[in-house]
């Protein structure tokens, strides 16, 4: 049985940071995709950042409103995946989900592409 458990979130003002990490079970982190999502209350979900399998090159994947300020990682030790949030703005308020593939994938930061899926974790920055 997969399991993801998100850690990390919490309240920060503009300009802060924070890191998110996903610890996964019954599952190989480096060995397929992995991806961070999150939604807005009243908007969708959206892709963050992805990052591909290690024997594909471990390829990284960002939107463009989070380019040059997050950074998704992973720890093939830990079995852990981490996104490091900086220069966060009240834009990035949200429920972050980790999310994990079945597979090969064709869209890195299309939700409906990964099969399993975190609680999420919540992100408030104040202005």
């Known amino acids: 049985q997969v399991q993801l458990v998100e850690s990390g979130g919490g309240s920060v003002q503009a300009g802060g940071s924070l890191r998110l990490s996903c610890t996964a079970s019954?599952?190989?982190?480096?060995?397929?995709?992995m991806g961070w999502f999150r939604q807005a209350p009243g908007r969708e979900l959206e892709g963050v950042a992805a990052i591909g399998p290690a024997l594909a090159g471990g390829s990284t994947y960002y939107a463009d409103s989070v380019q040059g300020r997050f950074t998704i990682s992973r720890d093939n030790a830990k079995n852990t995946v981490y996104l490091q949030m900086n220069s966060l703005n009240p834009e990035d308020t949200a429920l972050f989900f980790c999310?994990?593939?079945?597979?090969?994938?064709?869209?890195?930061?299309?939700?409906?592409?990964?099969?399993?899926w975190g609680q999420g974790t919540q992100v408030t920055v104040s202005s």
């Open positions: 999310a994990a593939a079945s597979g090969w994938i064709g869209y890195r930061l299309r939700p409906s592409d990964y099969a399993y």
């Open positions: 019954g599952y190989s982190v480096k060995n397929n995709f």
